[in-house]
């Protein structure tokens, strides 16, 4: 059983590129997690998701960032017009359905952004 | 609003010495609380989850505890390995939607 992938897992954009960070869960999993690390800083949570649905995306920046988990494939974070303070490591997490705040979030390798 | 310490920031010691790695947090209304290792450049790997009923998970030389009333969570590394050599991570979960991680504590066990 694969873990959880990411791609890319190194991605290079200049200011006011797009950056798309797809992350496919483990199999049987169907809550997706995305978190942000900052240089020098730990893992602040972004948004959960749910096959089609958006649960929680209190992390999020309200500008630039969405997200989605569509009924087919992988689990989109994008970030619009990106600037130099959005470098970090994205991180996704998933866990299968069940009971929910016991259970295990399983995390990705990253995708570690630079912006230039 | 939560928050999630670690202390010491980093920390050093050689090999085959037992050591502790510590973890408080500000709001005791969690579901379970996570230890994590990080290694440079790469993902986090699950070392134990310790559930709110719990107080204590053990696997193989690490023992992981809990006091959710005082808000400490402690991780306990027997007979160090330089392969132990990472970022060990605490995470608490308040809920079913996110992990509130600490900053990490940065551990080199020296050969």
């Known amino acids: 059983n694969a873990g959880v992938m990411q791609n890319p897992r190194h991605l290079v954009r200049r200011r006011g590129q797009e950056a798309r960070l797809r992350c496919s869960p483990m199999?049987?999993?169907?809550?997706v997690y995305w978190y942000r690390q900052l240089p020098e800083e730990g893992l602040k949570f972004m948004v959960y998701?749910?096959?089609?649905?958006?649960?929680?995306e209190s992390g999020m920046p309200k500008e630039r960032f969405s997200a989605e988990f569509p009924k087919e494939g992988p689990s989109i974070l994008r970030i619009q017009q990106v600037v130099r303070g959005d470098s970090a490591a994205y991180f996704c997490?998933?866990?299968?359905?069940?009971?929910?705040?016991?259970?295990?979030?399983?995390f990705g390798p990253g995708t570690r952004l630079l912006v230039l | 609003k939560q928050e999630v310490t670690q202390i010491p920031a980093a920390l050093s010691v050689p090999e085959g010495e037992n050591l502790v790695l510590n973890c408080s947090f500000t709001?005791?209304?969690?579901?379970?609380l996570q230890w994590f290792r990080q290694d440079p450049g790469k993902g986090l790997t699950s070392l134990l989850l310790?559930?709110?009923?719990?107080r204590e998970q053990t696997s193989g030389r690490l023992n992981a505890s809990l006091d959710k009333s005082s808000g400490r969570s402690t991780l306990y590394i027997a007979a160090s390995q330089p392969g132990d050599s990472a970022t060990y991570l605490c995470?608490?979960?308040?809920?079913?939607?996110?992990?509130?991680f600490g900053t990490g504590t940065r551990l080199t066990v020296i050969p």
């Open positions: 709001d005791s209304a969690i579901y379970n």
């Open positions: 998701l749910q096959k089609e649905n958006i649960i929680d």
């Open positions: 997490a998933s866990s299968p359905p069940g009971q929910g705040a016991k259970e295990t979030q399983y």
């Open positions: 199999k049987g999993h169907s809550h």
């Open positions: 995470a608490v979960r308040p809920g079913a939607n996110n992990l509130f």
């Open positions: 310790i559930q709110s009923s719990q």
